[in-house]
């Protein structure tokens, strides 16, 4: 039974995070759509209504006010200079923060985790190849609202 509410916490943080992003590029001057069906590869696609550029979005969302995110499948991440990463911290019940990354940064953060899987951890032993899981951080707020990435 707990490990239900989490999985129906999670899936409503995802929501959330979706809609707030949707929300706020609608403001911004884009036309979005939200697929019906869980698709893979992205979770917004998005139309600048001035000058007509697509994007796919992938959105992460954490509900916590800490600044950190978990990526699975790392190893199916795509990248390309119209897929953008949209990282959300909901903040509690405060005002959401948007954390705007081009998808080449959250790319290379792969080759970190292949650095990482093959340096030894303790005791010599390396790192469990399947956990296949990064997390992404801005604690220094690097990203913080670069909504000029969409432009």
Same mark, same amino acid.
């Given at each position: 039974?707990?490990?239900?509410?989490?999985?129906?916490?999670?899936?409503? +943080?995802?929501?959330?995070?979706?809609?707030?992003?949707?929300?706020?590029?609608?403001?911004?001057?884009?036309? !979005?759509? !939200?697929?019906?069906?869980?698709? *893979?590869?992205?979770?917004? $696609?998005?139309?600048?209504?001035?000058?007509?550029? %697509?994007?796919?979005?992938?959105?992460?969302?954490?509900?916590?006010?800490?600044?950190?995110?978990? +990526?699975?499948?790392?190893?199916?991440?795509?990248?390309?200079?119209?897929?953008?990463?949209?990282?959300?911290? $909901?903040?509690?019940?405060?005002?959401?923060?948007?954390?705007?990354? =081009?998808?080449? +940064?959250?790319? *290379?953060?792969?080759?970190? /985790?292949?650095?990482?899987?093959?340096? =030894?951890?303790?005791?010599? *032993? $390396?790192?469990?190849?399947?956990?296949?899981?990064?997390?992404?951080?801005?604690?220094?707020?690097? /990203?913080?609202?670069?909504?000029?990435?969409? %432009?």
């Amino acid at each position: 039974m707990e490990n239900q509410k989490n999985t129906e916490n999670n899936i409503s +943080i995802g929501n959330a995070g979706e809609y707030f992003v949707a929300g706020e590029l609608e403001r911004r001057g884009f036309t !979005v759509a !939200v697929p019906m069906s869980n698709t *893979k590869d992205f979770d917004i $696609l998005a139309i600048n209504r001035t000058n007509y550029k %697509q994007y796919a979005i992938q959105v992460k969302t954490t509900g916590k006010v800490k600044k950190d995110w978990l +990526i699975n499948n790392i190893d199916k991440i795509i990248h390309g200079k119209n897929i953008i990463f949209i990282f959300v911290c $909901l903040n509690g019940m405060e005002k959401p923060e948007y954390h705007i990354v =081009p998808s080449e +940064i959250v790319y *290379k953060k792969r080759d970190d /985790y292949n650095n990482w899987i093959n340096t =030894p951890g303790k005791n010599g *032993k $390396l790192h469990d190849p399947q956990s296949n899981k990064i997390h992404f951080k801005d604690n220094e707020n690097i /990203y913080l609202d670069k909504w000029d990435y969409l %432009q």
